[in-house]
Every structure is written in structure tokens, then in C-alpha cells.
């Protein structure tokens, strides 16, 4: 199976989305899936991300690829599931059975699930807070890769920290249950919403 991520912006992303998403995959009895990131085109952010024509664009420069995952920031909008709605019901129409196109937006930015896959956190942070704020990655990412000494890393500190909440997919699944773990069980399930 391939599986190409469609990140909205692949420079930092792709270092938490692709091991996150390989874990994911393999957890959703995928193990042997070749995971790559979306480098080209670079959408740019959220608006480009949630453009049903680019990603028509990306769908159709890809056509060996058997699953898009589109991933997106929440960002404290609560109404980003109605666009990626509207984009899995295009794709579905475009890509027939064979293919599939599933979209999800993460709580509240990606870098949310490299800090949920961390064992020690904060002992002042509450995790529901992490997840609700919609500037996690300056209030909360920022901080922690500084303390970690991790900002001069690719990515900003997201390639140590992608790949180790990779190494603990179960504490990233059971911390983000409104959009890691229910797109892993819509993997699992057959790909249906």
C-alpha cells in the first residue's frame, strides 16, 4: 500500500507526520505500508491545504498512490471539518474504489502529537489545556524543544521528537482520541467515515 501525507506545510511537518503516521498505519494492521510525505507541491498552509482544486492537483500527480492522508491544524477553528468533509466527498467521486482520499485536522496543531508522545512533561501543564490552545506550538512546542536543547535540529526539534512519539504511538493515540486515534480506526475500519 502507499500512502502519500499531505501536510499543509511539509517543511516542519513532514518530521512528526511521516513516523507518527508509518506507527499509525501499522497499528491499523498496515505494517508493510510505504509512507511518504507530499514534497511537491508545497501547499503553503491551510488555506491551499483545504483547496479542493490543489489537492485535485496533488491526487492527480500521484497516481500509484493507494491512500492521501490530508493533515491539517486545527488551529482553534471549529468548523475546519466541514472543508475537509467537502474534500473527501470530491476525492471519492474522483478516486473510485480503489483509491482512497481520508483528511483530518489535528488538536491544534501537529506538533501537539510530538508532545503527546513525550513522557515527562511539564508538571505545570495541563494536557487538556495543550489541546485546547490554539498557539500550542508557541505556548507549549517552543518551550519544550528550548529545554530540550532540540532548536538547532531539523525541523525545530520535531525529528527527535516525531520519531519518539513514533517509539510511544500508544501514549500519542490514548492523548489524541478526537483525530490521531479516530484516523487510525477509520484506516483500521476500511477507510469509511
Known sequence: MKVL??????RKDQFVLKP???KMLAEAGKPSADVAVCLDPLMGGVVQATNWQR????????????????????DGVEGRRVALDR?????AEKLGADRALLAENIWQEVEVCALAGQSTLPK????????????????YFDPYVRSRGLQDEAGGGRK????????NYKRVRSRCKEDVQALENRIASGLSR
Open 20 to 22: 507518527v503516521i508509518a
Open 5 to 10: 501525507v499531505i501536510p499543509e506545510d511539509f
Open 87 to 91: 474534500i473527501e466527498r470530491l476525492s
Open 124 to 139: 505545570n501543564w495541563s494536557w487538556a489545556e495543550v489541546r485546547r490552545e490554539p498557539n500550542s506550538k508557541e505556548i
Open 55 to 74: 489537492i485535485e492537483d496533488v491526487v492527480d500527480l500521484y497516481p500509484a498512490v493507494d491512500l492521501f492522508l490530508l493533515i491539517v491544524d486545527r
Open 160 to 167: 527527535t521528537l516525531g520519531r519518539e512519539a513514533a517509539q
